[in-house]
């Protein structure tokens, strides 16, 4: 055997083993990778300011949307009678949510849930928590206003779509799945902290 090759057989570069210091940097740096690419694109365009304190509601459909990868709620919100009202309807159809925000600290809270009152909050394999708001963003650039709402594409999971234009967006990545040129965008991010007392979804 060659020097050269005496030498790349026991070097510590061939094996990526135990002894080696470079072991599991290559997930590491995918890891800040998707997580850089994330912070990126998380959109301004519209004010998002939404905060769930989920130990006074630990049994909602909002807990079990962030802890659970493939599963995704929609949020809305009202006031009724003076307490504002988390609305959660969950894209498999197992029954809608009306939560009554009791406490003055979740009253004080002015929220702000994108373009017009509605994300959609969830898990991903790649990118963990994530939300998007509810709103096409094709049509609002194309039509300059609000009112194309995003619903669940029944017949393939972790898919909207948009009834006026027919576009779908996969909630896995945010892409546009039917894209025809390189003006359509994907779904406007916001993005997601979960603490031990708070889901915070923010821009």
């Not at 949307?65 to 006031?79: D, E, H, L, T």
């Not at 949510?97 to 002015?110: F, M, R, V």
């Not at 994907?186 to 902290?193: M, P, Q």
Request: aromatic fraction near 10%; glycine fraction near 8%.
């Amino acid at each position: 055997m060659s020097r050269s090759k005496t030498i790349l057989a026991h070097s510590p570069f061939r094996r990526w083993g135990a002894y080696s210091p470079f072991r599991g940097w290559g997930a590491l740096a995918l890891l800040l990778l998707f997580s850089c690419h994330a912070e990126e694109n998380i959109s301004h365009k519209y004010l998002c300011r939404f905060a769930f304190t989920y130990g006074l509601h630990p049994t909602s459909k909002l807990v079990t949307a962030v802890k659970n990868p493939g599963y995704f709620v929609s949020v809305s919100m009202g006031r009724v009678n003076g307490l504002q009202h988390v609305y959660v309807s969950p894209a498999d159809g197992t029954g809608d949510e009306d939560i009554a925000l009791t406490t003055e600290p979740e009253n004080s809270i002015t929220y702000e849930l994108g373009a017009y009152n509605g994300i959609l909050l969830g898990s991903t394999n790649f990118s963990g928590p994530t939300a998007f708001d509810q709103q096409c963003p094709n049509c609002l650039e194309q039509y300059g206003r609000v009112g194309f709402p995003l619903t669940w594409v029944t017949a393939k999971a972790l898919s909207v779509e948009c009834k006026k234009c027919g576009r779908t967006y996969s909630l896995e990545t945010g892409a546009l799945e039917n894209k025809k040129n390189n003006s359509e965008q994907g779904l406007l991010r916001y993005k997601v902290s979960v603490n031990a007392k708070q889901i915070v979804v923010s821009n």
